[in-house]
């Protein structure tokens, strides 16, 4: 999947975490974000793989696991991502 990715602040072969983030403006469409880092729930502040991790400024935020950068777009700001089966690293454990 093309996710939004800086290939400045990113490299190929790098895991990361993934999320979509739903704004709850029909004007602004869902789009997927990646992380080195898991996303928090807004909350209890505890680092979630999956599942919803909470709604900030009327954007709700859902973790969908993790996966690795196979390849950048010619501009540089969107990544081919693919999504691990699996994901059994957190924080701290990702290479």
Known sequence: MWVNANCWDYRVGQRVYIARYSPESAYQPDHIEVSDSPWHTNQSLQPRLRGWCGTN?????HALGTGTIKKFNSRGDRAWVTKEAVATWLEGDAP
């Open 57 to 61: 400024n009327n954007v709700a935020i």
